[in-house]
């Protein structure tokens, strides 16, 4: 089995991210891409005029794309299977602890040419967790991330700061982020991921992504696991528990 050494451990303690490269095969993620391209373009046939306003982000080819889909670990076999794959079960439990479950997931999708930044947050702020050393996002790259195409930015040593308190853009309430007037001492730093790569990231790591400015896609699946005993106490949207998935 593969595991975070000592040193990867150390590391993500410090700083509140880690990536880990070829975490998943190029079978895995290939596997995963094209179920996702087939359930976007299931979903946008489905989706009312409303749903199409935020989830709709632009033309590819002629055809609309999406910005992101939730819950695939829930709802998509293929997704399963990257979330209860061995070696990442056993290093989010080296991280967080035992009986990881996944609260949430969600598949970004950020289109050549069009994907959008997402602004600075952390984690925990969506969440409210009873402990907030009890949650770990693992975030796998579905292409290569780069700062072309819009990869993470990450301010390290943010997880060993308190949550901040986040707001929300007119119009977009579920679009919570930190004000800039409270970024200033921050300094937010690249992390490109190869395909197949993993970067895990502390809740309250800050974090943001920039729009995708190139011609290629920077697909991604963030995969939200807590340990056994975490609960979300004081969430600020609203997380259905009927779609935590258990291994
Ligand atoms: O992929 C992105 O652009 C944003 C991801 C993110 O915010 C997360 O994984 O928590």
């Avoid at 409210?128 to 195409?149: H, K, Q, Y």
Wanted: with cysteine; glycine share 8%; charged share 20%.
């Amino acid at each position: 089995m593969n595991r975070l050494s000592t040193s990867e451990l150390k590391s993500y303690r410090r700083t509140g991210h880690l990536t880990v490269l070829n975490a998943f095969t190029g079978g895995e993620i290939d596997t995963a891409v094209q179920d996702a391209q087939n359930w976007a373009q299931a979903e946008i046939g489905r989706m009312n005029a409303e749903d199409k306003a935020w989830y709709v982000e632009g033309e590819v080819d002629g055809r609309p794309v999406l910005r992101k889909l939730d819950n695939p670990v829930y709802l998509r076999p293929a997704f399963r299977a990257l979330a209860r794959n061995a070696d990442l079960l056993a290093r989010v439990e080296q991280i967080i602890g035992p009986d990881p479950q996944v609260l949430f997931s969600q598949l970004f999708f950020k289109s050549p040419g069009g994907g959008g930044p997402k602004p600075v947050h952390q984690d925990n702020f969506y969440f409210g967790p009873n402990d907030i050393e009890g949650m770990v996002t693992a975030w796998i790259a579905l292409d290569d991330a780069d700062e072309e195409n819009g990869c993470l930015y990450y301010a390290d040593g943010s997880n060993q700061d308190p949550i901040i308190p986040h707001t929300a853009p007119a119009g977009e309430p579920f679009n919570l982020l930190v004000p800039d007037h409270l970024m200033v001492d921050y300094e937010m730093t690249a992390a490109p991921v190869p395909r197949g790569g993993v970067s895990f990231h502390h809740g309250n790591t800050l974090h943001q992504s920039s729009d995708n400015q190139s011609d290629r896609w920077r697909r991604a699946c963030a995969i939200h696991y807590a340990n056994g005993k975490t609960e979300l106490v004081q969430p600020a949207l609203s997380y259905d528990p009927t779609v935590i998935v258990t291994f």
